[in-house]
């Protein structure tokens, strides 16, 4: 497989973005890399988004030379290989259950010795076979991006072990969930950010995956060199597509209101 560029912006210590693919027309995707961005982020865990359409997106990622990350509804082992063998780059699985569930997810994504993914020569992952197994089982294991949210009690429990473990790519805060973990609804509020820099803090100390930070969002609304400064390796870009459109069609509509007299 190619190389990951998430993975490759990141190991030249800059930040990696994406943005939310959010709309169901692989066009997006493509729309996605054209625009410059290093990451399509593919949603299955908040759209009805189904398997042969995400097969679409990954098609169109590559097409653009833009990864393919997708987020799982959960930490579905058989859901999770067929994504691989379709040719994602990158998986991100939500609400991880602490240090059990992040092994579980290396187990899902990374061949032996580092984990336990089902073997399939065929896969367009593989290039249907046209590549060796030896090297698809290297370029796997070195190229897939592995993120888990750790965004409720059992993840932020043990970030630090989530952190260590090897296989693991990315420890993501997810901005909705993690306030309402913290129980403050309120961006501006302090706490937020002063509990968000302790949880870095631990991930920096390890040394080993980096953090992930949404930008701009509305729950946490954080810009690129605050990221930059808490050691964020990527960070999936807000407004997603649609509220793009909606904003710049509104605005649209308000300018011909105007000129035309409707108020």
Same mark, same amino acid.
């Given at each position: 497989? =190619?190389?990951?560029?998430?993975?490759?912006?990141?190991?030249?210590?800059?930040?990696?973005?994406?943005?939310?693919?959010?709309?169901?027309?692989?066009?997006?995707?493509?729309?996605?890399?054209?625009?410059? *961005?290093?990451?399509?982020?593919?949603?299955?865990?908040?759209?009805?988004?189904?398997?042969?359409?995400?097969?679409?997106?990954?098609?169109?990622?590559?097409?653009?030379?833009?990864?393919?990350?997708?987020?799982?509804?959960?930490?579905?082992?058989?859901?999770?290989?067929?994504?691989?063998?379709? /040719?994602?780059?990158?998986?991100?699985?939500?609400?991880?259950?602490?240090?059990?569930?992040?092994?579980?997810?290396?187990?899902?994504?990374?061949?032996?010795?580092? /984990? #336990?993914?089902?073997?399939?020569?065929?896969? =367009?992952?593989?290039?249907?076979?046209?590549?060796?197994?030896?090297?698809?089982?290297? #370029?796997?294991?070195?190229?897939?991006?592995?993120?888990?949210?750790?965004?409720?009690?059992?993840?932020?429990?043990?970030?630090?072990?989530?952190?260590?473990?090897?296989?693991?790519?990315?420890?993501?805060?997810?901005?909705?969930? *993690?306030?309402?973990?913290?129980?403050?609804?309120?961006?501006?509020?302090?706490?937020?950010?002063?509990?968000?820099?302790?949880?870095?803090?631990?991930?920096?100390?390890?040394?080993?995956?980096?953090?992930?930070?949404?930008?701009?969002?509305?729950?946490?609304?954080?810009?690129?060199?605050?990221?930059?400064?808490?050691?964020?390796?990527?960070?999936?870009?807000?407004?997603?597509?649609?509220?793009?459109?909606?904003?710049?069609?509104?605005?649209?509509?308000?300018?011909?209101?105007?000129?035309?007299?409707?108020?």
């Amino acid at each position: 497989m =190619r190389r990951n560029r998430v993975k490759e912006v990141m190991a030249e210590g800059k930040l990696a973005i994406g943005t939310y693919v959010a709309l169901a027309d692989p066009q997006i995707v493509e729309i996605i890399g054209l625009a410059g *961005f290093d990451a399509a982020f593919i949603d299955m865990e908040h759209t009805n988004f189904d398997l042969p359409l995400v097969g679409e997106m990954i098609r169109a990622a590559d097409l653009v030379g833009v990864a393919s990350i997708i987020r799982v509804p959960g930490n579905d082992a058989n859901i999770i290989l067929r994504l691989l063998d379709m /040719g994602a780059e990158g998986i991100i699985i939500p609400h991880i259950e602490g240090i059990e569930g992040a092994k579980r997810a290396v187990d899902a994504v990374r061949y032996p010795p580092l /984990g #336990q993914r089902g073997a399939a020569g065929g896969s =367009r992952a593989a290039r249907f076979g046209t590549v060796s197994w030896e090297d698809h089982i290297r #370029q796997s294991n070195e190229e897939i991006l592995l993120s888990v949210m750790a965004e409720d009690e059992k993840g932020i429990d043990d970030i630090e072990k989530i952190a260590a473990l090897d296989g693991i790519d990315l420890v993501a805060i997810g901005p909705t969930d *993690f306030s309402e973990y913290m129980g403050i609804r309120d961006p501006s509020d302090p706490r937020l950010r002063a509990k968000l820099k302790e949880l870095a803090d631990k991930v920096k100390a390890i040394g080993k995956a980096k953090l992930a930070v949404s930008m701009n969002h509305p729950a946490l609304p954080l810009g690129p060199q605050e990221l930059l400064e808490l050691g964020v390796g990527y960070s999936h870009v807000a407004p997603p597509p649609p509220s793009i459109l909606l904003r710049s069609m509104t605005d649209r509509v308000a300018e011909i209101h105007r000129a035309t007299g409707r108020g």
